[in-house]
């Protein structure tokens, strides 16, 4: 069996993002509850357009398309992107997909809400996750809002090593640890087992580049927010209706930080 490295657009994007994603049970009708929280809670209408950042392959930003929304969404993995607009088309919807890097975002004052879903923020150096939310914010209406759905730092989930079979081979992921001095969740590299090619896939540097993830509280996620001018921000304890209150317990940290 041959050893080789892949990097995150070339291979481990679509095994994670698309190949373990779309293999968990429920995902579909999850995806549609977490629509359906980001309808309400950013009070989007038919027409209304959208900003989706870091879309992966585009589910969420398929669904809120076909709610009627003007959905804009990029991913940083070209890989990606090719498999949303598949979907799109499968789907009869329109969507702006295009690859591109959150700390560029040069949109001005266009869309009426913004998300960025299952745990998209804080790949970053602290002055480049600040870049990330002032380009979201300059992107944004006045009075449209941004819709960061994080991990709840006070209840991590229990990350565990796990093998699951996927189209093609075997997928072992090892377990995030957290590194609490430096308020970080580490990923670890995945292995593949390729039973098509009869190789086993490694990571390299390029596919590890988004492991580290910074973990703000809340308290530190609202200073950051409003020092790039957002007026309001409120939290929620989970990314589906109905609204629940935010708390050390609960399952997800979800912010909504309106210009
Ligand atoms: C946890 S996934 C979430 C994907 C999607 N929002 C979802 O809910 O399925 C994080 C995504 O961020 C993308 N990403 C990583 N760095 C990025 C960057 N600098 N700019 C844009 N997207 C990036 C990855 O390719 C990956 O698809």
């Known amino acids: 069996m041959e ?81 949303a607009l598949e979907g799109a088309a ?24 913004a998300v960025m879903l299952s745990h998209s923020f804080g790949f970053f150096d602290h002055e480049e996750n600040m870049r990330v939310l002032e380009g979201a914010y300059n992107a ?43 308020g970080m969740l580490r990923g670890r590299p995945a292995t593949f087992i390729d039973t098509e090619g009869d190789r086993i896939v490694l990571a390299n540097e390029d596919a590890l580049s988004n492991n580290d993830i910074r973990m703000y509280t809340a308290l530190e996620i609202r200073a950051m927010l409003e020092d790039v001018g957002f007026k309001r921000v409120e939290f929620y304890g989970a990314n589906k209706l109905p609204r629940t209150p935010y708390t050390a317990r609960s399952e997800r940290m979800v912010v909504v930080a309106t210009r």
């Open 3 to 83: 050893i080789v490295e892949r990097g995150w657009n070339d291979f481990w994007a679509v095994v994670f993002r698309v190949k373990h994603r779309r293999s968990i049970p429920g995902i579909h009708e999850y995806d549609r509850m977490v629509v359906d929280f980001c309808v309400e809670v950013l009070g989007l209408k038919e027409g209304d357009e959208v900003l989706d950042i870091a879309c992966g392959a585009g589910d969420h930003s398929i669904l809120l398309a076909k709610r009627g929304m003007k959905v804009t969404a990029f991913d940083i993995a070209e890989s990606l992107i090719r498999v």
């Open 90 to 113: 499968e789907e009869g919807v329109e969507v702006d997909f295009y690859t591109g890097d959150m700390r560029e975002i040069n949109f001005v004052q266009r869309f009426k809400g």
């Open 140 to 182: 944004l209406l006045e009075g449209g809002s941004l819709l960061l759905d994080l991990m709840n730092p006070y209840n991590l989930p229990r990350f565990q090593k796990t093998w699951t079979r996927l189209d093609g081979g075997y997928l072992l992921s090892e377990p995030h640890v957290i590194d609490a001095p430096a």
